[in-house]
């Protein structure tokens, strides 16, 4: 099975800048985006069973990115979220360790690793779903 042809992708940051460029750089690699401003404003849609990728801040107003990712696990245990963060104390090795494996990126992101962990989980997300039909 291939992907589809235009994966959607949300991205959750409470800074507009973020989800500009977000959306620029993953509209010209080819995916869909909705941007939403809060945790609160992705969860409370349909989007929570539309996307195939989240993309969401750590450091956000009223829900940190851990606090999301864990609402979006139970929602939906297998969507793939990235946590990126402008604050430079964690480490990924650290972070990896401490939180279960979760994908941490540091801002400002480096787009190829971006790209490319996006690409990974999706194409790992569609082979699971071949082996579940």
Do not use: C, W
Not at 89 to 108: C, I
């Amino acid at each position: 099975m291939s992907l589809p042809a235009k994966p959607l992708v949300a991205v959750v940051d409470d800074e507009y800048r973020v989800l500009e460029a977000l959306e620029d750089l993953l509209e010209s690699a080819g995916y869909e985006v909705r941007r939403f401003g809060s945790a609160e404003q992705f969860l409370n849609t349909a989007a929570v069973a539309e996307v195939d990728y989240v993309i969401t801040d750590i450091g956000m107003p009223s829900t940190n990115g851990f606090s999301f990712q864990e609402m979006v696990r139970r929602a939906r245990p297998t969507l793939p979220v990235i946590l990126i963060t402008g604050r430079h104390e964690f480490t990924a090795g650290t972070f990896e360790a401490e939180r279960g494996g979760r994908l941490l990126m540091e801002k400002p992101l480096d787009t190829r690793k971006l790209l490319a962990a996006i690409g990974s989980a999706l194409r790992a997300s569609s082979a699971s779903s071949v082996g579940q039909t």
